[in-house]
């Protein structure tokens, strides 16, 4: 037990590491990208051959925002594991032209929604800004991360005294309610200055932007046991990270163990990064096309495949406990949460329920079971999206928080260390099915 608290101790240090310097999904790349690097990977480029090596241990991003890694077996494989977990968050992004000048005394900033938020949630904190910034050198387009690291701006709240009914429920309206403030008049142009001294170049060689605020409260434990994470982002960085964790760690199996972290999620997945696009489809043909194979030899691993799709779930609510299922509740610190949905928003179905069953039992993983309420509509996730463009088995798993989509929300730190462990049993596992419906967990 002892060994056990240590392991979330030090697991969920880690993720509070990590989330504090990712602020969005570029961030997501460039982080994942150094541990990567740290473990002996190598970079693929998508506008390049790929000339891989049987025992190599390889990654390729998109976009910036999205990133797949791979380990190739020391023989042929059987099939793919994919992880399919993604890294946006809901939060405001930038408007180009943003300030704004109040009365001759305040400027602050246009913002837009990006997925859905818990707008309230946003008010009344330390706010930054983090992303890509496109700057022309010499004629050519460099793409320079950048990120704020100080407390910057704020929404303020209006005061009680000047809206009595606020404690009545407030319709906020993204437009006028929820723009930031970043300073007196005497800030105006500040926020490009201080991009521009960030990328290393003068205020007129930024060309386009794409920057989104983030919550500069750092992540925390609570709790009288500190049993509980804190923080920004968790949906879906906790994931993320708990893959990660896992790919890192799993020893090599008969299939490929594929990490796949994609953008976009939360606002539908119809990008060129994102799970409706064929960055997991391609990636798939090129590992087996590179090893020589055909396009017969790449259906039937599809067919020898599974897919996690990892994205977080709703715990009970203390508060709302009428707001889950009747029989299927699903709370922080009690194992790794598996999806179900009649609708198919969800893609876990029987044979995929019973395989990641088995995978957790061998791997001694706690599992709990989410449905949403029969009289209320649920949210979706990147599973069905993916699938719909590589058919394989697939199984949606998540991990139980509360406050999704805050700026700040909670989950469990013993589930991160669940998922780690269901995640590095998962990488090295194979999935065949025999002729006769016979399926078997390698």
């Not at 896992?246 to 606002?267: K, R, T, W």
């Amino acid at each position: 037990m002892i060994e056990m608290e240590m392991a979330y101790t030090e697991l969920n240090a880690k993720l509070c590491a990590f989330l504090d310097k990712t602020p969005n999904s570029f961030f997501a790349v460039k982080n994942i990208k150094v541990e990567l690097a740290a473990a002996g990977f190598t970079e693929l480029q998508e506008n390049s051959r790929w000339q891989l090596q049987e025992g190599g241990k390889y990654y390729v991003s998109r976009n910036g925002s999205a990133l797949l890694a791979f380990v190739l077996p020391k023989k042929a494989y059987l099939g793919f594991q994919v992880y399919a977990c993604h890294c946006d968050s809901p939060a405001f992004k930038l408007k180009n032209n943003a300030e704004i000048v109040v009365d001759k005394k305040y400027v602050k900033l246009n913002v837009e929604k990006y997925g859905g938020m818990l707008l309230n949630t946003w008010l009344d904190r330390p706010l930054s800004v983090a992303g890509r910034v496109l700057c022309n050198v010499d004629g050519r387009l460099e793409a320079r991360l950048v990120n704020v690291e100080q407390d910057l701006m704020m929404i303020p709240n209006l005061a009680i005294h000047m809206n009595r009914e606020a404690n009545e429920g407030v319709k906020l309206n993204a437009q006028t309610d929820m723009l930031p403030l970043i300073g007196s008049a005497a800030a105006k142009d500040g926020l490009q200055k201080l991009l521009a001294e960030a990328c290393g170049v003068t205020a007129e060689q930024i060309v386009d932007t794409e920057l989104f605020l983030y919550n500069r409260m750092p992540t925390t434990t609570v709790g009288l046991e500190q049993e509980y994470v804190a923080g920004g982002r968790l949906d879906d960085l906790q994931c993320v990270f708990a893959g990660l964790q896992g790919f890192l760690a799993a020893e090599a199996g008969e299939s490929v163990p594929v990490f796949c972290m994609l953008d976009n999620e939360e606002v539908g997945s119809g990008t060129k990064q994102g799970a409706a696009a064929t960055f997991l489809k391609d990636a798939l043909q090129r590992i087996n096309m590179a090893l020589g194979r055909d396009e017969e030899d790449y259906l039937v691993s599809l067919a020898n495949s599974l897919m996690l799709s990892a994205d977080n779930a709703h715990a009970v609510h203390p508060n709302h406990t009428d707001k889950n299922d009747l029989t299927n509740k699903t709370y922080p610190n009690e194992g790794v949460v598996v999806k179900y949905s009649a609708n198919q928003k969800y893609t876990t179905d029987a044979v995929s329920g019973a395989l990641v069953q088995l995978l957790a039992k061998k791997a001694n993983v706690p599992l709990q079971l989410f449905y949403n309420r029969s009289d209320m509509a649920g949210g979706s996730t990147l599973g069905n999206i993916s699938t719909a463009q590589v058919a394989i088995k697939s199984v949606d798993i998540g991990l139980a928080q509360l406050a999704m989509h805050s700026a700040y929300e909670m989950a469990g730190v013993k589930d991160t260390v669940y998922l780690a462990e269901l995640a590095q049993a998962f990488f090295a596992a194979a999935v065949a099915e025999a002729a006769d419906g016979t399926y078997f967990l390698k």
